[in-house]
T-cell receptor
Framework: KAGVTQTPRYLIKTRGQQVTLSCSPI?????VSWYQQTPGQGLQFLFE???????NKGNFPGRFSGRQFSNSRSEMNVSTLELGDSALYLC???????????????FGPGTRLTVT | DQQVKQNSPSLSVQEGRISILNCDYTNSMFDYFLWYKKYPAEGPTFLISISSIKDKNEDGRFTVFLNKSAKHLSLHIVPSQPGDSAVYFC?????????????FGQGTRLTINP
């Protein structure tokens, strides 16, 4: 089974621009979560999508948004980029909410975003 | 408000010895805990988990201990191997309106010295 894929792997943007990141989950997984990783902060939860609906949201400003398509692929968008948005953005997928195995999320390699 | 804390940003251990990584949490509603391992340029990979109804779970060289009264969990790796050098994240699961949410700690960088 192919793992979680994220594109692009690296991105450089300037302040004020907007960016869209893409995530393809493991086949059969319907839940996709997004995280931001910065040094010293660990992984900060952005949002989670299940069956094209946002089920959960972290404490990030409205500039951060996402969506999920019918094939479970997901995108996240950041508008009006700020220097502090420079981070590794990770996507994770998990199976349906049945049993303990659904707690285990499988991560992609991440997209390294640098804002200059 | 950091609900899951890993107070040691780094840990260095001699090969063959035991590595102990610690994690504290504040929310008693967490009902499942996981440890993830992360190498540079890769996403975190699941290592081991424990339900809140248990106090110990073992998988090969890895054992996770949970002390609910102290709101503390730890990961023991024995014997430690050079390939264990990575950043380790503990995470806690909470159910919010039927949806699971993972809350991660800041991570601990483990270095195994030969």
């Amino acid at each position: 089974k192919a793992g979680v894929t994220q594109t692009p792997r690296y991105l450089i943007k300037t302040r004020g621009q907007q960016v869209t990141l893409s995530c393809s989950p493991i086949s059969g997984h319907r839940s996709v979560s997004w995280y931001q990783q910065t040094p010293g902060q660990g992984l900060q939860f952005l949002f989670e999508y299940f069956s094209e609906t946002q089920r959960n949201k972290g404490n990030f400003p409205g500039r951060f948004s996402g969506r999920q398509f019918s094939n479970s692929r997901s995108e996240m968008n950041v508008s009006t980029l700020e220097l502090g948005d420079s981070a590794l953005y990770l996507c994770a997928s998990s199976s349906d909410w049945t049993g303990l195995s659904s707690y285990e999320q499988y991560f992609g390699p991440g997209t390294r975003l640098t804002v200059t | 408000d950091q609900q899951v804390k890993q107070n040691s940003p780094s840990l260095s251990v001699q090969e063959g010895r035991i590595s102990i990584l610690n994690c504290d949490y504040t929310n008693s509603m967490f009902d499942y805990f996981l440890w993830y391992k992360k190498y540079p340029a890769e996403g975190p990979t699941f290592l081991i988990s424990i339900s809140s109804i248990k106090d110990k779970n073992e998988d090969g060289r890895f054992t996770v201990f949970l002390n609910k009264s102290a709101k503390h969990l730890s990961l023991h790796i024995v014997p430690s191997q050079p390939g264990d050098s990575a950043v380790y994240f503990c995470a806690a699961v909470i159910l919010i309106q039927g949806a699971q949410k993972l809350v991660f700690g800041q991570g601990t960088r483990l270095t195994i010295n030969p």
